[in-house]
């Protein structure tokens, strides 16, 4: 069985603070791992892919294999950052698995 | 540039009324699934396709049916609606499931039950 966990539900920093939105994983074979975002009235998209190593909007994702983790990061938190972040597993199965989301509100 | 279209937008039913939520993508994607998004939970996968003619369960799928006739279409059937099915529900498609996989996301439809 696949799946992912975000153990927060909201994560409330300041702008200009550093941001780190936790995803672990549980999947016996070699997972494929994503965050992907949703802005408030907008439709949820792909934020970025450990395949590819990318850095998009200052966000930077590693997978740890030793520690299942998938941990989202950006070294300093803009307003435009505030949305719902899911994190997301694919595995052998064909299925695209979500974790519960984290809820990044970037404050003044 | 219509992407995956999901209609309708919101719809209330009452207890024990059979619907279908229209997905259709214009993308030509061979995977497509069906998401309930509720608060705390995430999204959860309901049913998914990867093709014309296959379907498979996914990890919420009681209380609906799906059909892939078609490549373009992916209906999701309510088949006697229940309170606990009042829930945002999401379309995706992707051209296929990997590390290289972007899938795409409908608007997603609104379902009151009462």
């Known amino acids: 069985a696949q799946r992912v966990t975000q153990p927060e539900k909201l994560l409330s920093v300041f702008k200009g603070a550093p941001v780190e939105l936790k995803c672990n994983y549980s999947y016996s074979g070699s997972p494929e791992l994503f965050w992907y975002v949703q802005y408030s009235r907008q439709r949820l998209q792909l934020l970025l892919r450990h395949i590819s190593r990318e850095s998009i909007k200052g966000f930077t994702a590693d997978l740890n294999k030793g520690e299942t983790s998938f941990h989202l990061k950006k070294p300093f938190a803009q307003e435009e950052d505030s949305a719902m972040y899911y994190c997301a597993l694919t595995g052998t199965a064909s299925k695209l698995t979500f974790g519960t989301g984290t809820r990044l509100q970037v404050t003044l | 540039n219509a992407g995956v279209t999901q209609t309708p937008k919101f719809q209330v039913l009452k207890t024990g009324q059979s619907m279908t939520l229209q997905c259709a993508q214009d993308?030509?994607?061979?995977?497509m699934s069906w998401y309930r998004q509720d608060p705390g939970m995430g999204l959860r996968l309901i049913h998914y396709?990867?093709?014309?003619?296959?379907?498979d369960q996914g990890e919420v799928p009681n209380g609906y049916n799906v059909s892939r006739s078609t490549t373009e279409d992916f209906p999701l059937r309510l088949l006697s609606a229940a309170p606990s099915q009042t829930s945002v529900y999401f379309c995706a498609s992707s051209p296929l499931v990997g590390a290289f996989t972007e899938a795409f996301f409908g608007q997603g439809t609104r379902l009151t039950v009462v």
């Open positions: 396709s990867v093709g014309a003619g296959i379907t």
């Open positions: 993308m030509n994607h061979e995977y």
